[in-house]
Nanobody, 125 residues
Framework: QVQLVESGGGLVQAGGSLRLGCAYS????????MAWFRQAPGKEREVVGA????????YYAASVKGRFTISRENAKKLVYLQMNSLKPENTANYYC??????????????????WGQGIQVTVSS
């Protein structure tokens, strides 16, 4: 299994920035894709973006493309989600996830075997 722990959440004003971190440990050699998801109250969980572990290629939901960036720091075993130009509608519980499967459906939460506990991000208007 891969253990994932999110950090860096909190309250930020609209237009501001926030960087989330996801510390990973365990059997990471079997991980091919890591992703960030978010879920607001009363809404379905949706993908924010993903990163291919072998090549570092990133993918983003249309709603965040150009504002959010996924990166990794291998030496510290961290995956980041840099969020800029935050909007009140970005308020949600954010999760990082890891998948051992190679799939084009990076946006599908069902392909991910490991999940963090989630961390709250609140954007004030």
């Amino acid at each position: 299994q891969v253990q994932l722990v999110e950090s860096g959440g909190g309250l930020v004003q609209a237009g501001g920035s926030l960087r989330l971190g996801c510390a990973y440990s365990g059997r990471t050699l079997s991980t091919y894709t890591m992703a960030w998801f978010r879920q607001a109250p009363g809404k379905e969980r949706e993908v924010v973006g993903a990163i291919s572990w072998s090549y570092g290629t990133t993918y983003y939901a249309a709603s965040v493309k150009g504002r959010f960036t996924i990166s990794r720091e291998n030496a510290k075993k961290l995956v980041y989600l840099q969020m800029n130009s935050l909007k009140p509608e970005n308020t949600a519980n954010y999760y990082c996830a890891a998948a051992a499967q190679i799939s084009g459906e990076y946006y599908n939460p069902r392909i991910y075997e490991s999940w963090g506990q989630g961390i709250q991000v609140t954007v004030s208007s």
